[in-house]
């Protein structure tokens, strides 16, 4: 199975700041087809994972521009530029690339 | 507008099975896959398996041996089953939709597994 392995965040960020959340695979998630199948959610307190972004950089519907996915075949980075209350939570990667799909053990997020 | 709600029963006992309803709307079960996750206090988020928009399914190794997962079309619900449970399969299950990506998640149900 794909381990993927996540950072921690030096809580609480000040608002306003920007944060980096990192996720590490044990296994390149470059396909052949050019595209990383790697996708990143929000897990809001007491909800539902939400998905903000996929093949590692596409933002998904409605999510804002604040953040941003990056990354090579088997590091990752989502940056908050600047973050905001609503932000709180904890964030989680997953690959695609391989069944079993797989997540990391999450980030939390906590502003100041 | 898309709608994922699972229903089930609660608490379990263990050795017994599970049974979770997700009913949707907003979509059609023939157009995309559908998914079921699982968030343990042990393991955090595991994908469990799918179904796909055509029927077949597709389960992780972890609970093959237990699960199944299937549908009804006429319903819009999708069905989870898993035999043998365990305390550790306590937890919160989502159903939700898509194939690579989870697009829309159900609110998920709380599963506890106790005597």
């Known amino acids: 199975d794909i381990v993927m392995t996540q950072g921690a965040l030096p809580n609480p960020v000040p608002s306003g700041e920007s944060a980096s959340i990192t996720c590490q695979s044990s296994?390149?998630?470059?396909?052949?087809?050019?595209?990383?199948?790697l996708n990143w959610y929000l897990q809001r307190p007491g909800q539902s994972p939400q998905l903000l972004i996929y093949?590692?950089?596409t933002r998904a519907s409605g999510v804002s521009d604040r953040f941003s996915g990056s990354g090579s075949g088997t590091d990752f980075t989502l940056k908050i530029s600047s973050v905001e209350a609503e932000d709180v939570g904890v964030y989680y990667c997953?690959?695609?690339?391989?069944?079993?799909?797989?997540f990391g053990s999450g980030t939390k997020l906590e502003i100041k | 507008q898309v709608q994922l709600k699972e229903t089930g029963p609660g608490l379990v006992q263990p050795t017994q099975t599970l049974s979770i309803t997700c009913t949707v709307s907003?979509?059609?079960?023939?157009?995309?896959?559908m998914q079921w996750v699982r968030q343990t206090p042990g393991k955090g988020l595991e994908w469990m398996g799918f179904?796909?928009?055509?029927?077949?399914?597709e389960y992780n190794s972890e609970f093959k041996s237990r699960l199944s997962i299937s549908r009804d079309t006429s319903k819009n619900q999708v069905f989870l089953k898993m035999n043998s449970l365990k305390t550790e399969d306590t937890g919160v299950y989502y159903c939700?939709?898509?194939?690579?990506?989870?697009?829309?998640w159900g609110q998920g149900v709380m599963v506890t597994v106790s005597s």
């Open positions: 939700a939709r898509g194939t690579t990506l989870f697009d829309y």
């Open positions: 907003g979509f059609s079960l023939t157009s995309y896959y």
């Open positions: 179904i796909r928009s055509g029927g077949s399914t």
């Open positions: 296994k390149s998630l470059l396909h052949s087809n050019g595209k990383t199948y």
């Open positions: 093949w590692m950089s």
């Open positions: 997953q690959q695609f690339l391989e069944y079993p799909l797989t």
